[in-house]
């Protein structure tokens, strides 16, 4: 099965920064998707991410807030911009295939 | 609405316990269910899935899950348990292409 790498795998920013999550399959996959898994909580899907058009974001997401870029066939970045503590959270990648839906290992935000 | 739902929130088992996770799925149409793990610090892990045929569904490391569409549930469950399930596991189904989660269970395996 494909495999799928994320980085950083943790980074602690200042507020008011920006972050760029980067996920990587070995692989070409028609749908990204991204994920937000807050403290103590359960995964939460920020927006489908679809090669070649713009990415669509679940409600309560914003493209100001998460752009999203899929420049191609086995590559998707995530921004968080303009960060605050709330958006300290796990943020992951996924792709489904034909195995299901494989995950990234994540990217723990801190933000301070 | 379509969702999955778990009411398990925190289950504790002793060891050689057997195991059942409950997860509720609210949609109709073409049904595809998961179960994913969790483990301390780890990334997720899928354990089973379900899209048709046989409704028990093997899994991992001794899991597996019964998919039954009168009940509109598809639970967990594994006869014995050891100290190394202790986990979260998250259900979750498929809405429009994406993968949508329940709020998870976490499993604390006593020793």
């Known amino acids: 099965s494909a495999v799928i790498s994320q980085k950083p795998s943790r980074d602690i920013c200042q507020r008011g920064t920006s972050l760029t999550i980067q996920c990587q399959v070995d692989?070409?996959?028609?749908?990204m998707f991204w994920y937000r898994q807050q403290p103590g909580q359960s995964l939460t899907l920020i927006a489908t991410?679809?090669?070649?058009?713009?990415?669509?974001?679940e409600s309560g997401f914003v493209i100001d807030k998460f752009p999203i870029s899929r420049p191609n066939l086995t590559f998707s970045t995530l921004t968080v911009s303009n960060m605050s503590p709330e958006d300290s959270s796990i943020y992951l990648c996924?792709?489904?295939?034909?195995?299901?839906?494989?995950f990234g290992s994540g990217t723990r935000l801190t933000v301070v | 609405a379509q969702s999955v739902s778990q009411h398990n929130h925190h289950v504790i088992l002793s060891e050689a316990a057997s195991l059942e996770l409950g997860c509720n799925y609210s949609?109709?149409?073409?049904?595809?269910l998961f179960w994913y793990v969790q483990y301390p610090g780890q990334h997720l892990q899928l354990l089973l899935k379900?899209?048709?045929?046989?409704?028990l569904v093997k899994g991992i490391k001794g899991f597996e899950a019964e998919f039954i569409k009168s009940k509109f549930s598809f639970n967990l469950r594994k006869p014995s348990v050891q100290w190394s399930d202790t986990a979260e596991y998250f259900c979750a189904g498929v809405r429009a292409n994406n993968l949508f989660f329940g709020t998870g269970t976490r499993l604390t395996v006593i020793p």
């Open positions: 949609y109709g149409g073409t049904v595809n």
């Open positions: 991410a679809n090669q070649g058009s713009e990415a669509t974001y």
């Open positions: 379900y899209f048709s045929g046989d409704p």
């Open positions: 692989s070409q996959v028609t749908m």
């Open positions: 996924s792709f489904s295939g034909i195995y299901g839906y494989t």
